[in-house]
């Protein structure tokens, strides 16, 4: 019995040793597996956000080239339209300007949200509008003033010709002040839209009254100017 328990002893242990080994060497092989997925699975997470990461940087990129592109053509757009007012000027130029802006500021369909979308439509609809109301409003003064020009004209009919013809400069003016206004307040919405989507909020109704503050001191220049040139008129 003693030799058997000796045996048995001497055999058991040898084995215990060998399936130690095993249980230790698979839980090295275990950890390694685990430590090798979470490294794969961490190493997936850290791209996935890295490429979220370049494309929110390559989206907003894009937006401030746009939305300032946008922004320069509506302040381009409001002063043509202003300068308009002096009938004298040509309106081919500016209506090839305001083609230019509407070009420049349809580039936001590609980039903008729905609400910065619907606030630069509604300034570029009532810039096309403006345009459409002027052009036929200055055909009356062109026909006038090619008459006045052509020479054919004298004593009193030369004379109220030219009368009607400062009248209706005048009211064009007024109409092109009208024009805008409307378009003016077409601005801050606009640009408190871009601002937010840029991460640059701004508080709308401050900016609102900023704005309104500087456009009423500018229209009311124009206002006396206007004046000046109706008292002057024959």
Do not use: C
Request: net charge neutral; hydrophobic share 50%; no cysteine.
């Amino acid at each position: 019995m003693k030799g058997t328990a000796e045996f048995l002893a001497n055999l058991v242990i040898p084995v215990w040793s060998v399936v130690a080994a095993l249980l230790g060497t698979g839980g090295v092989l275990f950890g390694v597996t685990i430590t090798a997925w979470n490294s794969r699975r961490q190493l997936r997470i850290q791209l996935a956000q890295q490429s979220e990461e370049n494309r929110i940087a390559r989206v907003m990129a894009l937006r401030r080239e746009v939305y300032m592109e946008a922004a320069a053509a509506m302040a381009r757009s409001l002063s043509a339209l202003l300068q308009l007012a002096d009938s004298s000027r040509s309106f081919s130029e500016a209506a090839d300007s305001f083609a230019r802006d509407l070009s420049s500021v349809s580039k936001i369909h590609v980039v903008a949200s729905a609400e910065t979308l619907e606030a630069l439509m509604a300034f570029t609809r009532e810039l096309g509008a403006a345009q459409a109301e002027l052009s036929l409003a200055r055909i009356p003064i062109v026909a006038r003033q090619q008459m006045v020009a052509s020479g054919g004209l004298g004593g009193e009919e030369l004379v109220r010709v030219i009368g009607e013809l400062g009248r209706s400069k005048t009211d064009f003016a007024e109409l092109v002040m009208g024009w805008a206004r409307r378009l003016a307040s077409r601005v801050p919405p606009a640009l408190v839209s871009i601002r937010r989507e840029l991460d640059m909020p701004l508080e709308e109704n401050a900016y609102r009254e900023a704005f309104e503050r500087s456009w009423t001191q500018a229209e009311a220049h124009m206002r006396v100017l206007l004046e000046k040139s109706r008292a002057a008129a024959p």
